[in-house]
């Protein structure tokens, strides 16, 4: 594959259709796998997968390197709105409950090796989230999955807001550090 | 101050599970540029795109790529340049925003306080005093839908920040428009003293022709005000936003004097 990730949002700045289109295959599969598990909805999350990469598109000029790795940028951009798109569902819907469900089971297998650019960095991440205590877990993905805020947590699990606050501080720190670059 | 309260807050913000007031406070620190707090959200940010890989497999739908790739070559690529210069200033305009709110939900907590411990002594006041909080969250709702709707601007690169600067009797004070020309936008003003009795502040868009009214608004014991600005009839596009000082009620013409003026 030619070109890193920031090399090409760089060309797509210009106008570079060609630049787009690599940018889409490299990071599609990655980011289309996230919404489908978050809305579990095909045609929603195709829904949400184009207006993902059209925001790219657009707003490609607005991507910093220092601010963070492209698939930061993109995967951060799906996640808010997949879990917009989830919260006004449910919103309108006090019986759209499936991926709390979901949210609450098991951590997720592990995808396998279709996934393009599987390094050790992001297979050590999924260790430590298997790793971590399933109190830290569970918050993690009620909020990663299912779009709970900290306090909707809290009822839900009956849990003080301190201790659930408590959780993710411990479970952020966890899997920073595991990411965190070594230079 | 002890930063570690913001520690917790971050790592809340970057899953997107922060919420209430402590939303807004964490924006308002953010705004204040926290390099401590911009290494933890950018680390979060990385971890969290890590963690994409652990979804399960699914295949993005071929069709989603032929629709970007129509859309993109359907669209002139001559947007870019402007769009860059424009986002310079939002970082500014939301931080300011941010402390509004920020002010707002505390003068929210400070009105809520006062009411609860009035409830404590007297059982009879309960229900006036309940009406009375209730009203007061509502203007506060308000308020903050206001700022919401200004954010929401924000994100829209047609959207333009139109500053005011204040003149002849109030020099001191200052004003901003978050703009779109078919949506309308948002009046923000700071420092503005309060008009004197059977005075009123009206604003006005100028464009083509006279000055047209976009509405009378008051302004809060601290100088400041937020208006919602209707877009002009036909989406005509607006070039001086202008405040001046109007009997009570407002007036279809300007007829006092100018205290604020955007630049033409």
């Not at chain 1, 989830?86 to 759209?96: C, D, N, Y």
């Not at chain 2, 402590?22 to 926290?34: I, M, P, S």
């Not at chain 2, 309308?184 to 005075?199: D, E, I, M, R, T």
Request: net charge neutral.
């Amino acid at each position: 594959m030619t070109g890193s990730g920031a090399e090409l949002i760089r060309q797509m700045v210009a106008g570079d259709r060609e630049a787009f289109a690599r940018f889409y295959d490299r990071y599609a599969p990655l980011v289309f796998p996230l919404i489908q598990r978050i809305l579990r909805e095909r045609a929603d999350a195709s829904d949400v997968l184009q207006e993902v990469f059209w925001e790219a598109w657009q707003g490609a000029a607005g991507y910093d390197p220092a601010r963070g790795s492209p698939e930061a940028w993109l995967v951060t951009r799906a996640r808010t709105r997949a879990i917009d798109r989830i919260r006004a569902m449910r919103r309108r819907s006090e019986t759209f409950v499936a991926p709390l469900h979901d949210a609450l089971a098991a951590a997720p297998a592990d995808p396998g090796g279709d996934v393009a650019e599987r390094t050790e960095d992001r297979r050590t991440v999924q260790h430590a989230l298997a790793q971590l205590p399933s109190a830290q877990r569970e918050v993690i993905e009620l909020a990663y999955y299912a779009g709970l805020t900290q306090t909707e947590i809290a009822e839900r699990l009956k849990q003080p807001l301190g201790t659930v606050k408590t959780r993710i501080r411990l479970a952020l720190e966890r899997l920073r550090e595991v990411v965190r670059p070594t230079t | 101050m002890n930063h570690e309260p913001f520690d917790t807050l971050a790592a809340a913000y970057a899953l997107g599970a922060l919420d209430g007031e402590e939303l807004v406070e964490f924006e308002a620190h953010l705004a204040q540029e926290c390099a401590r707090c911009a290494v933890t959200l950018r680390e979060s940010y990385e971890a969290l795109a890590a963690l994409a890989r652990s979804a399960p497999p699914a295949v993005p739908p071929p069709e989603v790529k032929q629709a970007l790739l129509s859309r993109i070559a359907a669209v002139a690529p001559t947007a870019s340049p402007r769009r860059e210069r424009g986002r310079g200033s939002l970082p500014w305009i939301a931080g300011a925003a941010a402390a509004a709110i920020v002010a707002a939900a505390f003068t929210g907590a400070f009105v809520a306080g006062h009411y609860e411990a009035r409830l404590g002594q007297t059982a009879r006041e309960l229900t006036a005093t309940r009406q009375r909080l209730e009203r007061e969250i509502a203007a506060l709702n308000d308020q903050l839908a206001a700022y919401r709707s200004a954010a929401d601007l924000l994100r829209d690169p047609a959207t333009r920040v139109v500053t005011l600067r204040g003149l002849g009797p109030s020099p001191g004070a200052t004003g901003w428009v978050i703009w779109h020309q078919t949506v309308g936008g948002q009046l923000f003003v700071a420092n503005l003293p309060p008009p004197p009795p059977s005075k009123t502040y009206e604003l006005w868009t100028i464009g083509e022709g006279a000055p047209r009214p976009a509405g009378v608004f008051r302004v809060d014991a601290e100088g400041r005000a937020t208006h919602r600005v209707e877009p002009v009839e036909g989406g005509k596009p607006v070039k001086v936003f202008a405040v001046t000082l109007e009997p009570e009620g407002g007036v279809p013409a300007p007829t006092g004097p100018m205290v604020l003026a955007s630049a033409k």
